[in-house]
């Protein structure tokens, strides 16, 4: 199970760390990614991180402003989002990736407003 928090609403130009956090003992095999869907739009892929947090990828519409990292102590990833913009306002999800299998979050809002 997953579950996010974090989201809420923020200014243009401002900050928001999201944290998704899994139940169970083997986090450390997942690979992690953070999506996100905006209305009327289809859910896109933002960031992704290694099982041993040494590679991170990013999206292009993202990269500069956002960084992915993890606790695997915690069995928590985290998602760092700064100036933000009001078309990153969207719902995001984590998603854990075990060996195929898939895993998805809830979901956190996310709105950017002024």
């Known amino acids: 199970q997953l579950v996010e928090s974090g989201g809420g609403l923020v200014q243009p130009g401002g900050s928001l760390r999201l944290s998704c956090v899994a139940s169970?003992?083997?986090?450390?095999?997942?690979?992690m990614s953070w999506y996100r869907q905006a209305p009327g739009k289809e859910r896109e892929w933002v960031a992704g991180i290694a099982r041993d947090g040494g590679v991170r990828n990013y999206a292009d519409s993202v990269k500069g402003r956002f960084t992915i990292s993890r606790d695997d102590a915690k069995n928590t990833v985290y998602l760092q989002m700064d100036s933000l913009k009001l078309e990153d306002t969207a719902v995001y999800y984590c998603k854990a990736l075990d060996w195929g299998l898939v895993y998805w979050g809830q979901g956190t809002q996310v709105t950017v407003s002024s």
């Open positions: 169970g003992s083997t986090f450390n095999r997942y690979v």
